[in-house]
Structure formats: C-alpha cells, structure tokens
C-alpha cells in the first residue's frame, strides 16, 4: 500500500502528551496575586491560543490585561518561574490515548517531527527526559513559529506540502500547517466538537485512529 503522506509533524502539549492542564495551572499560578477576574482571563486566553509562545501570552497578560509594560528582565523571571511550574510535570504527564503506540508503530517507517511553541531548549530537555528522541527526526520550538519550522522542514528534507501532515490542537497549529500548505488533523478533546478549528477540519478526540488516517483507511 502506497503511504498517504511522507512525514508528520506534531505539536507536543496536547497532541502527543496530556500537559495541557499542567501549564493552564501554571499560569494560574503566576498571575493568582491579581485575583480571580484576572486569573480566569489568563487562563481563557490560555487555552484560546494555544500553541503559542508563553512569552506572547505574557506580553498580552501584561500590557493587556494589566496594562503593565512588561520589561526584557520581567519577562525573562516569568519565563523561569514558569519553567519552573511545569518542566517536571510535563515529563511526568500521561501520552495522549494512542500516542506512544502510534510512535512506536510508525517512527522507522515514516519521518516524524515536533514543532511546539514550548522554548526550544526546554522542548528538547522534556523530550530527551521522556526518551523519545529516537521517535523524531528533528524536535522544534519557539521563538520560531509553526508555519516557519514547518517550512523550515519541507525545505530541508524536500517534502512536498501536500504530502505533509501537520498534527495539532490549537489555531496556531491549524494556522502554521495553512501557511505552509500542508495538510492538517485537529486533536480536540471535546470531539466531535471540532472548534477552534473551521468546519470540515478532520479532527479525532486523540491518536488511537491517527494510524488509519495516514495509511488512507
């Protein structure tokens, strides 16, 4: 049977493990000095934009929500903090339903890749930590944005867009997979409930059936 697509590049928190949560909690955490009201619009925005560098959402939260200028030095001690939060937990966090067996299954028969809006050398630190280097080809994370790594990978490797599959669970996910022209699948956990994603976005409630998928069952 002919494969369907040449290499699939997932995001991380949300799509291959269950850290979702752990970091919600982290913010929380960070800005619960400011009170419930702000707490509850941080962890809204949170969990709106996923897939997004945290240092854009503490941009927002600061100048935003607080109307703060948040200066290089803050925003370097927010980042620590949050490090901090949930580096450990995310290492300890369950794989998605189906993710380590889909993993297991297909990483010497299909190149796989992360692109994450995690900091690359934290993304690096949690993946090594969890043993699943040997899964992915390449491991990436911000600063760069989806769309520019998944670029960066069709380039590199010389894959064609529409034989690429971008895995997520965010807009920024969907957004990225779009900008680069490749094709995307929607993790949502609220299936079959297929927002933030446009409708007619394929979208799973988790990776148990992401084998068929690929193989054009």
């Not at 944005?145 to 990978?153: P, T, V, Y």
Request: glycine share 8%; proline share 4%; no cysteine.
């Amino acid at each position: 049977m002919m494969k369907k697509y040449d290499a699939i590049v997932f995001d991380f928190d949300g799509v291959l493990v269950e850290s979702v949560d752990v970091k919600t909690k982290a913010f929380a955490a960070l800005y619960r000095e400011y009170g419930d009201h702000i707490v509850q619009q941080v962890v809204d925005y949170h969990l709106l934009h996923g897939g997004i560098s945290r240092f854009e959402k503490f941009r927002y939260y600061q100048e935003v929500l607080l109307g703060q200028t948040l200066t290089k030095e803050e925003e370097i001690q927010l980042g620590d903090l949050f490090s901090q939060y949930v580096e450990d937990a995310v290492v300890a966090a369950p794989y998605v339903l189906g993710a380590d067996d889909f993993l297991e299954n297909h990483y010497q028969s299909i190149p796989l890749f992360v692109a994450s809006g995690t900091p690359d050398e934290e993304l690096k630190r949690i993946v090594s930590r969890r043993n699943m280097n040997h899964y992915f080809v390449s491991v990436h994370g911000s600063p760069a944005k989806k769309g520019a790594i998944i670029q960066d990978i069709l380039k590199t490797h010389g894959f064609k867009p529409d034989r690429v599959l971008m895995v997520g669970d965010a807009i920024a996910d969907y957004e990225g997979a779009v900008f680069a022209d490749v094709k995307f699948v929607g993790r949502v956990m609220q299936y079959p409930k297929a927002e933030p994603f446009i409708v007619g976005t394929l979208v799973v409630p988790d990776l148990a059936d992401l084998g068929a998928i690929i193989d054009g069952a």
